[in-house]
C-alpha cells in the first residue's frame, strides 16, 4: 500500500511507463488550453522516475513528472490565465484542493488540484516577478505512483 499527497491509501495498479507518460502528457496539453493566454511555453515533455521509495521500491515503482511554464507575457495575461485555469479544472475532472496565495514573500497565487480519474495532481503557481525574473505560471502535473511493467 502506498499513500498518494491527499494521504489516500491505495495499491500501485502496474503500467508501463509509456502508458503513464503519454496519460500525464494529454492532460498537461490541457492544461494549456485552459489557460487560454497566448504565452509561450517550455519545451520539456513528461518523463518518468522513480517514486520516493525505499531503495527495493525504486525500480518497481514508478511515477511520471512534468514541469513546465507558460512566459513571455504580461502579469495581466497571467492573471488571466490562473483565473481561467480555476474556473476550467473542475469542468475538466479536476478537483482544486487549493487556490490561494502562497507563503512565499512574494505570496504568489496557487492551485493545488486532483484529477478525479488519473489521480494526477497539478500545482500551479503564478510567479509575478517581483524580485526581478520574469513573470511566468510554473506548472507541475505528477502522476501517482504506480508498479512499473515491461
Known amino acids: 500500500m502506498k499513500k498518494d499527497p491527499s494521504g489516500d491509501e491505495y495499491e500501485p495498479a502496474a503500467r508501463t511507463s509509456q502508458e503513464v507518460v503519454h496519460e500525464v502528457g494529454s492532460l498537461?496539453?490541457?492544461?494549456?488550453?485552459?489557460?487560454?493566454?497566448?504565452?509561450?511555453?517550455?519545451?520539456?515533455?513528461?518523463?518518468?522516475?522513480?517514486?520516493?521509495?525505499?531503495?527495493?521500491?525504486?525500480?518497481?515503482?514508478?511515477?511520471?513528472?512534468?514541469p513546465w511554464s507558460m512566459y513571455g507575457v504580461g502579469n495581466g495575461a497571467l492573471e488571466k490565465g490562473m483565473k481561467n485555469l480555476h474556473n476550467a479544472l473542475p469542468q475538466q475532472g479536476w478537483k482544486v484542493v487549493k487556490y490561494g496565495k502562497d507563503s512565499s514573500q512574494n505570496r504568489n497565487l496557487e492551485i493545488m488540484a486532483v484529477h478525479l480519474k488519473t489521480h494526477t495532481q497539478l500545482e500551479a503557481t503564478w510567479m509575478k516577478g517581483l524580485d526581478?525574473?520574469?513573470?511566468?505560471?510554473?506548472?507541475?502535473?505528477?502522476?501517482?505512483?504506480?508498479?512499473?511493467?515491461?
Open 28 to 66: 498537461s496539453s490541457r492544461v494549456v488550453e485552459m489557460l487560454d493566454i497566448k504565452g509561450k511555453v517550455t519545451e520539456a515533455g513528461p518523463s518518468a522516475g522513480p517514486c520516493n521509495a525505499s531503495d527495493d521500491g525504486a525500480r518497481k515503482y514508478r511515477s511520471v513528472r512534468h
Open 132 to 150: 526581478g525574473h520574469t513573470p511566468l505560471i510554473e506548472i507541475t502535473l505528477y502522476s501517482r505512483c504506480y508498479e512499473a511493467k515491461s
